[in-house]
């Protein structure tokens, strides 16, 4: 089993920034994927960035490309997600997710095995 859990969520300011973090524990992640996702409301989940574990390997969202960058610790068994820049249309609950099975990103949903509780990140003017 795996336990994802998100922090750093909050009500943040237009062209500001922000940091997520997502702590993973229960297994090892030798060959692993992280990934990011956001649900804004009224809207379906979206991919957001991901990460390979071993390789380091990134894909981002054309939405947050630029202005985005995710980066793991894997000493500390914990994926990052930086943002800046932020919009009104960044505001939703921020998901974090693991991929168990495929030693690359994929951005859909269906291919993670374990997902976060998810943490709000509300941008406001």
């Known amino acids: 089993q795996v336990q994802l859990v998100e922090s750093g969520g909050g009500l943040m300011q237009v062209g500001g920034s922000l940091r997520l973090s997502c702590a993973a524990s229960?297994?090892?992640?030798?060959?692993?994927?992280m990934g990011w996702f956001r649900q804004a409301p009224g809207k379906e989940r979206e991919f957001v960035a991901g990460?390979?574990?071993?390789?380091?390997?990134?894909q981002y969202a054309n939405s947050v490309k630029g202005r985005s960058a995710i980066s793991r610790d894997s000493a500390r068994n914990t994926v990052y997600l930086q943002m800046s820049s932020l919009k009104p249309e960044d505001t939703a609950v921020y998901f974090c997710?693991?991929?168990?099975?495929?030693?690359?990103?994929?951005?859909?949903?269906?291919?993670?095995?374990?997902w976060g509780q998810g943490t709000q990140v509300t941008v406001s003017s």
């Open positions: 997710a693991a991929d168990t099975t495929r030693p690359f990103v994929t951005a859909h949903q269906e291919d993670y095995d374990y």
């Open positions: 229960g297994r090892a992640f030798s060959s692993a994927a």
């Open positions: 990460i390979s574990w071993v390789a380091g390997v990134t």
